[in-house]
Structure formats: structure tokens, C-alpha cells
């Protein structure tokens, strides 16, 4: 009876203490963002500057990494009463984009903070929420800031394997559609200006013909200047594409029409053109406006 009641004593203590003997230590980590700057798409590349806490007593900046950037420009303040260390930060950033809502897209800019050495059964990351923001004073042209989220999870190296508790601070961010609208409102510029000449009579053919080949080629340098501040090789077809090869369709579409009623103007055929020109001078309009309108509606459906 005894050597059971000693045994029953030695499995208790042993759960109260082997969890203490192998416990992760957990490090609060707290990121204040002050400022992002140089935001490039094309590039996926930004700067910020931002204040981090690591609560822990002998914790040291250099004992971390941040996964995808780079310091600049560092200055540490220690409170020993909390134990906190701050550190003012600038570094360079690169992050991924997905474009294919572009113009009308949504971004994330991070912060992902590791690690060097210590892996996730000896050392845990959490996020600090109550001393983590955004500054008032955090301005990205073109973008609007629609929040933050701060979460940690374990990184697996499978060459080392190895996982690594990895701190992310994320910042969402959509283009103001004030931005999107001025990509795209010179597209529906060029396309409203050649409806239009499809009211000029058949005896202007010459001149249809000279805007519409004129408009082609400025959609497709406008295609070509768009696409500059892209990053190149993207491999999917964004959205302004996508309004770009509808543009083309129409336009060509117009192109081919002129030139059969030029055709058919110099073979002494006006009867059949005058017949083409009534059917076409306001049917072209509403199969364009509703081409568009179908697009942005399957888009905003997520079918294209």
C-alpha cells in the first residue's frame, strides 16, 4: 500500500515539475508603426520606420532577424523597472504583391520578425496587441490603410528541420479608387470617342477610319505605359489587361466595320452600306457599355 502511495506521489510531482524543466520561454513582442515609405509595387519593396519591444531582460535585437528586410538605422532604449527594451527602427522591405485586381487592388505590407538561433520548443514569439499600432500620421500615397493584425506562428525549415516561432505584424492596405479611376478613365476615353464616330455619315469614312486606327495604337502604347510600372513576367492576367483586350476587341471590331463600308462605298454599293451604317451607329454603343458593364460585374463576382 505504501509503494503504491509513494509511487502515485513521484507521477504527481513529475507532472508538476517536468513541464517547468522543458517550458518555452515566451517572449511578448509589440510593434508601433510611425511610418512606410517609397511603397513600389513593382518591386515589392517599402521602407518603415517603427518602434519594437521585446519584454524579456536579456533580450538583444541582434539575437533576432527580420525575415524580409533589412536594418537601416537602429537606436535601443532599456526600462529596467519593466524590463522592456525598445528599439527605434528603419529598415528596407520586400514583400510579395498580388495584382490580379489591379487597379482596383488590395495589398499587405508585413513585419516578420525571427529568431536567429533558438527554435520554437525553446523560445515562443507572441504578439503584444496592446502596445501595437498604427500612427495617425501614417500616410501611403495612392493607398488607404484599412488595418493591422499582429499573429505568430512556427516556420518549418524542412532542409533543417527545424521550426522557428516567427512574429508577423501586417498592415492592409487598398488603392483609393480615385488612383484606379484615373488608370482606367483614359481607356473609356478613347473608346467613347470612336462610338462617337460611328454617327458620322458614310461619306466620312476616310475619317473614321484614320481615328479609329489612331485610337488602336494609342491603346496599345497606353497598354505598354501602364505595364512599365508593373513588375514584368507577373504570369496572370490583371484586371486592367483584362479591360485592355476588351478595348482591343472593340476597337478592331469598329476598324473592320469601316473598312467593309469603305468597301462597299467605293463598289458603288450605297445602299448596303447606307443599311450597315443604320445598324451600327448606336448598336456598337450598347454592345460596348454593356461588354464593360459585364466584365466588372463578373470581376466583382471573382468569375474573371
Known amino acids: 500500500m505504501k509503494k503504491r502511495f509513494l509511487l502515485a506521489i513521484l507521477i504527481i510531482l513529475s507532472y508538476l515539475f517536468i513541464p517547468s524543466v522543458f517550458a518555452q520561454d515566451t517572449i511578448p513582442i509589440a510593434v508601433y508603426l510611425i511610418s512606410i515609405d517609397n511603397y513600389d509595387i513593382a518591386t515589392g519593396t517599402y521602407n518603415a520606420d517603427f518602434w ?5 531582460k536579456n533580450c538583444s ?3 533576432f532577424e527580420l525575415i524580409n528586410g533589412r536594418i537601416i538605422d537602429m537606436n535601443k532604449i532599456f526600462l529596467p523597472e519593466t524590463n522592456s527594451t525598445y528599439y527605434r527602427v528603419n529598415a528596407a522591405f520586400t514583400d510579395t504583391v498580388e495584382l490580379h485586381s489591379f487597379p ?4 499587405t505590407v508585413t513585419i516578420v520578425i525571427e529568431h536567429s ?4 520548443d525553446k523560445i515562443v514569439l507572441v504578439p503584444d496587441l496592446s502596445k501595437s499600432g498604427i500612427d495617425s500620421f501614417v500616410y501611403i500615397p495612392g493607398w488607404r490603410i484599412d488595418g493591422w493584425q499582429a499573429f505568430s506562428r512556427d516556420h518549418f525549415y524542412g532542409l533543417y528541420g527545424q521550426s522557428h516561432s516567427t512574429y508577423t ?3 492592409s492596405l487598398t488603392r483609393h479608387r480615385d488612383a484606379a479611376v484615373l488608370i482606367l478613365l483614359p481607356i473609356f476615353f478613347v473608346v467613347c470617342i470612336i462610338l462617337f464616330t460611328l454617327l458620322l455619315s458614310v461619306q466620312r469614312l476616310d475619317l473614321r477610319v484614320g481615328i479609329v486606327s489612331s485610337a488602336l495604337l494609342a491603346a496599345i502604347m497606353y ?3 501602364v505595364g512599365s510600372h508593373l513588375p514584368p513576367a507577373i504570369g496572370y492576367l490583371l484586371l486592367v489587361d483584362k479591360v485592355m483586350l ?4 472593340i476597337l478592331l471590331a469598329i476598324f473592320i466595320l469601316n473598312v467593309y463600308l469603305l468597301y462597299l462605298v467605293h463598289n458603288k454599293k450605297m445602299k448596303a452600306a447606307q443599311k450597315w451604317y443604320y445598324r451600327t451607329r448606336y448598336s456598337w454603343i450598347i454592345i460596348a457599355a454593356a461588354s464593360y458593364l459585364l466584365l466588372f460585374i463578373l470581376f466583382f463576382w471573382n468569375f474573371v
Open 52 to 56: 519594437v519591444e521585446f519584454q524579456c
Open 61 to 63: 535585437i541582434n539575437d
Open 104 to 107: 482596383l487592388d488590395s495589398q
Open 117 to 120: 538561433k533558438l527554435t520554437s
Open 169 to 171: 505584424f501586417e498592415v
Open 223 to 225: 497598354h505598354l505605359a
Open 246 to 249: 476588351l478595348t482591343y476587341f
